[in-house]
């Protein structure tokens, strides 16, 4: 005697949902025990953004960076975490470590690249919001503790601020790819002019590092 149909429907829509959770979408965060290992990535949940590991054009390293979906794997990445550290093979991978920051770490398990939170914290989730954001939420409460939006590379997003604290000084920059196969900090920035009305400003830097940019 065999199965009725509804038992095989069941059965069938069990091996499905099994499948899906294993093979299919990724989901849109990564945890302790959800990282992503390269080539994974994770999408948002309106299937928005992807995130996850490539190569730019004529490189062999590896980088996580942020992308649209829709579009084909030499779109442009709309932010870039290890720009500044690559990856040198495909054994990178991108989790949460025991001090609850959002890591990129190589095979030999260095740190290239942290989302360096000082405060102490706990149960950390990061996750890839349909703004195209990167968030990480620790605590019970799911508190924001940073977001790729305040730490962008050289693009900026629809939903996104280029904020500027004109009494810290502290602001939001967009910093330019060093060329097209290499993603690390190269000349060129914007940001708001934290000391005047809001504005757009375009510096050109000798130098990565802010603190020495030469205002034009
Ligand atoms: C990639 O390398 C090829 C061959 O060297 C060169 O012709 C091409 O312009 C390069 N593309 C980019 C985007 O740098
Ligand atoms: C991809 O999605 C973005 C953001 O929603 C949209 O602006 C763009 O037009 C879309 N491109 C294609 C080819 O659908
Ligand atoms: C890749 O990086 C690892 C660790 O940083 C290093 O030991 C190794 O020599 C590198 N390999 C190449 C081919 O550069
Ligand atoms: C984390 O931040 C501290 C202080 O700003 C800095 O010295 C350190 O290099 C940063 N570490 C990483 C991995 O970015
Ligand atoms: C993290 O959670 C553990 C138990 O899950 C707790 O013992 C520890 O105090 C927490 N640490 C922080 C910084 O909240
Ligand atoms: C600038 O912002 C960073 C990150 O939000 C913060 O840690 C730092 O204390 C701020 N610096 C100043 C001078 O306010
Ligand atoms: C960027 O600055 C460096 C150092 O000043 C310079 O050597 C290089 O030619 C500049 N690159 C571009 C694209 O302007």
Request: one cysteine or more; hydrophobic letters at 35%; proline letters at 6%.
């Amino acid at each position: 005697m065999g199965l009725g149909n509804s038992e095989v429907a069941v059965a069938l829509l069990l091996f499905l949902s099994c499948s899906c959770s294993v093979y299919g979408d990724a989901g849109d965060t990564i945890t302790t025990s959800q990282p992503i290992k390269d080539p994974e990535a994770i999408e948002s949940a309106g299937k928005m953004f992807q995130l996850g590991f490539f190569s730019p054009v004529n490189s062999t390293y590896r980088y996580v960076g942020i992308w649209y979906s829709n579009i084909s794997a030499s779109t442009p990445v709309l932010w870039v975490a290890n720009r500044n550290k690559p990856i040198n093979d495909s054994s990178g991978m991108m989790t949460i470590s025991e001090d609850g920051n959002l890591v990129v770490l190589n095979g030999q398990g260095e740190v290239l690249w942290s989302s360096n939170v000082s405060n102490g914290f706990n149960q950390s989730t990061a996750q890839l919001t349909d703004d195209g954001n990167l968030v990480l939420k620790a605590g019970p409460n799911g508190n924001l503790v940073w977001q790729s939006f305040r730490q962008p590379t050289d693009t900026c997003l629809s939903k996104m601020t280029l904020t500027a604290n004109a009494r810290t000084g502290n602001k939001t920059l967009l910093m330019s790819w060093r060329s097209s196969s290499d993603p690390s900090v190269g000349n060129y920035s914007a940001g708001v002019n934290p000391l005047g009305i809001p504005e757009l400003f375009i510096w050109y830097c000798h130098d990565p590092n802010p603190g020495s940019m030469t205002g034009t």
